[in-house]
């Protein structure tokens, strides 16, 4: 156990609908970074927060967005759902802005119907 | 421009050693390995940086050479845990942040 919790699990939902993804991270870090995994694109990084602030933005759609709250917990909205969005996405904490160990959450399994 | 890993998959015998190279095209600040068990989330192994410091589990040992932009992960006395796929992350010196870039893995079996 990482320490990092995701909610849901497992997420089923329709083309063109929108979703939140939620992350809390483990105590004392302060850094949440989304990724995105699928069979074919493999472990892609979306995007980095630090202590509420956008950090690092990498292949993240413009319909995807983030936020990290005063709590440090971080949600990822995925909206205008298309199929190709069915992936595992995973939240991992970090304790720095730098280059740190990353510790992932157990991911949110996303399919799109 | 992700990292090529070599090779794509290996099956070993418990007891037996394996390499594991993750190639970049890239300048690199440092190279990060994780290893994913089937339905299971990445685990951070280790950290290579940038003028030889490392950061990571005592039993596992890898190298990064700067100047070729290359790492390996070297798995000695193989066991049943062992399997799963292994990933290189990679942090590019010129990407004006710590944001990884992992290559498509490397899926390890340990069999008896």
């Known amino acids: 156990d990482s320490g990092v919790t995701q909610t849901p699990k497992h997420l089923i939902t329709a083309t063109g609908q929108r979703v939140t993804l939620r992350c809390s991270p483990r105590?004392?870090?302060?850094?949440v970074y989304w990724y995105q995994q699928s069979l074919d694109q493999g472990l892609q990084f979306l995007i980095q927060?630090?202590?509420?602030?956008?950090?690092a933005k990498g292949n993240i759609l413009e319909r995807f967005s983030a936020q990290q709250f005063p709590d440090l917990h971080s949600e990822l909205n995925l909206s205008s759902l298309e199929l190709g969005d069915s992936a595992l996405y995973f939240c991992?904490?970090?304790?720095?802005?730098?280059?740190?160990?990353?510790?992932f959450g157990p991911g949110t399994r996303l399919t799109v119907l | 421009q992700q990292p090529v890993q070599s090779p794509q998959a290996v099956i070993l015998r418990e007891g037996e050693d394996a390499v594991i190279n993750c190639s970049s095209s890239?300048?690199?600040?440092?190279v990060h390995w994780y290893r994913q068990k089937h339905g299971e989330a990445p685990v951070f192994l280790m950290i290579?940086?940038?003028?030889?410091e490392q950061k990571g589990h005592e039993k596992i040992s890898a190298s990064f050479n700067e100047k070729k932009q290359q790492s390996s992960l070297y798995l000695t006395a193989s066991q049943l845990s062992y399997s799963g796929t292994y990933f290189c992350?990679?942090?590019?010196?010129?990407?004006?942040?710590?944001?990884?870039?992992f290559g498509k893995g490397t899926k390890l079996s340990v069999i008896p």
């Open positions: 991992a904490s970090g304790r720095t802005s730098g280059d740190n160990e990353q510790f």
């Open positions: 105590s004392g870090d302060l850094s």
């Open positions: 927060y630090y202590n509420g602030e956008e950090r």
């Open positions: 992350g990679t942090v590019d010196t010129g990407a004006g942040s710590y944001q990884l870039t």
């Open positions: 890239k300048a690199l600040y440092s």
């Open positions: 290579l940086l940038k003028g030889g």
